[in-house]
């Protein structure tokens, strides 16, 4: 199986930047695509975007032109660059990830614990 943990979250004033981690353990070289979901208080849960081992993304309209997923080039991790961050933006974090690809879509069936971005205005 697949382990996923997240860091980097945190509280930033609006209009600011934070960039979240995710790193890999276990059988990682199963892994087939990655991507970040989030919360929000009273909210349903969204794809915010996602990354295939190709390296095609997809991204959320919300944060479209805010955010860049990446992936790392040492371990087997992914990144998630937010700029221009909004109060609307504050929920929990998740990491996730694609065992098995599908023409179906994006369906995870790994995920991280979570990281709290909080943005004040």
């Known amino acids: 199986q697949v382990q996923l943990v997240e860091s980097g979250g945190g509280l930033v004033q609006a209009g600011g930047s934070l960039r979240l981690s995710c790193t890999a353990s276990?059988?990682?070289?199963?892994?087939?695509?990655m991507g970040w979901y989030r919360q929000g208080p009273g909210k349903q849960r969204e794809l915010v975007a996602t990354i295939t081992n190709s390296g095609s993304t997809n991204y959320a309209d919300s944060v479209k032109g805010r955010c860049t997923i990446s992936e790392g080039n040492v371990e087997n991790t992914v990144y998630l660059q937010m700029n221009t961050l909004k109060p609307e933006d504050t929920a929990v974090y998740y990491c996730v990830a694609e065992g098995v690809a599908t023409p179906l879509g994006f369906f995870p069936n790994y995920w991280g614990q979570g990281t709290q971005v909080t943005v004040s205005s």
């Open positions: 276990g059988s990682i070289f199963s892994i087939n695509a």
